[in-house]
């Protein structure tokens, strides 16, 4: 069965560095999306991708934020200069469509020290 | 705004009881879409059910059904002879539909249920 892929399971880095997250959607999906949760919390959106540019992003994707699809495969998000308060598990989704269901990979956990 | 509310932080049951996960939300559309997803212990996110606001219909599948009742906004979620393997948090999520698109997933708090043998 198709499955939305993720790398590195778990990065740990010191504050200030900056941090790529790897995804590989599933591969006939249009729509990409990354979410974040921060231990024992709910599970919060960040941004939305589609066509090549994000279509929608929350308060959290401030400026330290970026995503990109660098090749037709990989999905990544990139945060600049990482603070304590990232620490959290990141969450990449695909679909197939704009309104169906996201299948979710089984997250990236960033520890930020 | 779209709000979701999970109000049972925690439940546990004993092995073969069920139990019935309770989701209340808030929007202003008249077309959006729910759905539940499993987080196991192992921390992924396992999508299980999407329903649209138009599809009142109650859905089974195997142990787990779904009520869906748009007079309540509520949305809950019921596993009958509860297992171990369900233990789990589970989040109810919803997004409304915009144009040809949908509003990222709101999530609620999850509820954690532990199923005791």
């Known amino acids: 069965e198709p499955e939305v892929t993720q790398t590195p399971s778990h990065q740990v880095t010191q504050m200030g560095q900056e941090v790529i997250l790897r995804c590989v959607p599933i591969s006939n999906h249009l729509y990409f999306y990354w979410y974040r949760q921060i231990l024992g919390q709910k599970v919060e959106f960040l941004v939305s991708f589609y066509n090549n540019e994000i279509s929608e992003k929350s308060e959290i994707f401030d400026d330290q934020f970026s995503v990109e699809r660098p090749d037709g495969s990989n999905f990544t998000l990139k945060i600049r200069s990482t603070k304590l308060e990232d620490s959290a598990m990141y969450f990449c989704?695909?679909?197939?469509?704009?309104?169906?269901?996201?299948?979710f990979g089984e997250g990236s956990r960033l520890t930020v020290l | 705004a779209q709000k979701v509310t999970q109000a049972q932080t925690e439940i546990s049951v004993v092995e073969k009881e069920d139990v019935t996960l309770d989701c209340v939300y808030e929007?202003?559309?008249?077309?959006?879409?729910l759905f539940w997803y499993k987080q196991p212990p192992s921390g992924e996110l396992v999508f299980l059910i999407r329903r649209n606001s138009f599809d009142e219909q109650n859905e089974i599948s195997g142990r787990y059904s779904w009520n869906f009742q748009k007079s309540t906004s509520s949305f809950n979620f019921t596993i009958t002879a509860s297992q171990v393997v369900d233990s789990a948090v589970y989040f109810c999520a919803l997004s409304e539909a915009v144009g040809s698109g949908n509003t990222p997933l709101v999530f609620g708090k999850g509820t954690r249920l532990s199923v005791i043998a």
């Open positions: 929007t202003r559309d008249t077309t959006y879409y």
């Open positions: 989704a695909s679909s197939g469509t704009a309104t169906g269901e996201l299948f």
